[in-house]
């Protein structure tokens, strides 16, 4: 069974600018979690989606969203790029989600914002 | 919300010694706790979970403790190798994952 897919797996952005990274989950896999880990703060929670519905959510500004389509497959959209934003972005998924799911994680995506 | 402390942050071993990581978490709804390897450019790895219910589980060489009463969790290593050398993260899921800051792990040849 393949594993979570995340593409792409680099991405170099300017300051303001807009990035869309996707994420496949497993196959058989509803729930997708993404994740920011930088060296500073570790991994921190984004949001959740389950069946195309946004289940939880982190603390980040309105400027990081995202999405599920119907096939699982989900996308997240940050705006107004910042410097700070550069990290690897981190999308894991789980059969139903919840607090009794395993979670398996993809390779990320590396996002360097200039 | 749930704050997760990991610690030690670093951890050098000799091959063939046991390497211990401890967790605390102050959740108190927090029913599943995750344990995950990452490698330098790879996506965290899950190596072993417990749930709330369980005081310990083990898989070979791993095994990882609960303390439900005094909310810590704990990942064991024995006989370590040197593949063994990665960044180990403990998670503890209430209504969300939450993270500790993670241990990077050397075990010496």
């Known amino acids: 069974k393949a594993g979570v897919t995340q593409t792409p797996r680099y991405l170099i952005k300017t300051r303001g600018q807009q990035v869309t990274l996707s994420c496949s989950p497993i196959?058989?896999?509803?729930?997708v979690s993404w994740y920011q880990q930088t060296p500073g703060q570790g991994l921190q929670f984004l949001f959740e989606?389950?069946?195309?519905?946004?289940?939880n959510k982190g603390n980040f500004p309105g400027r990081f969203s995202g999405r599920q389509f119907s096939n699982s497959r989900s996308e997240m959209n940050v705006s107004t790029l910042e410097l700070g934003d550069s990290a690897l972005y981190l999308c894991?998924?789980?059969?139903?989600?919840?607090?009794?799911?395993?979670?398996?994680f993809g390779p990320g995506t590396r996002l360097t914002v200039l | 919300g749930e704050n997760v402390e990991q610690h030690p942050s670093t951890l050098s071993v000799q091959e063939g010694d046991s390497a211990v990581i401890k967790c605390t978490y102050s959740?108190?709804?927090?029913?599943?706790f995750p344990w995950y390897k990452q490698e330098l450019g790879k996506g965290p790895q899950l190596i072993i979970d417990?749930?709330?219910?369980?005081g310990e589980k083990k898989d070979q060489r791993i095994a990882v403790t609960l303390n439900k009463t005094a909310k810590h969790f704990s990942l064991h290593i024995t006989e370590t190798q040197p593949e063994d050398s990665a960044v180990y993260f403990c998670?503890?899921?209430?209504?969300?994952?939450?993270f500790g800051a993670g241990t990077r792990l050397t075990v010496k040849p």
């Open positions: 894991a998924s789980s059969r139903e989600g919840g607090s009794r799911n395993e979670q398996f």
């Open positions: 417990i749930r709330s219910n369980v």
């Open positions: 959740d108190s709804a927090s029913n599943y």
């Open positions: 998670a503890a899921r209430g209504n969300d994952m939450r």
């Open positions: 989606y389950f069946s195309e519905t946004q289940r």
């Open positions: 196959s058989g896999h509803r729930s």
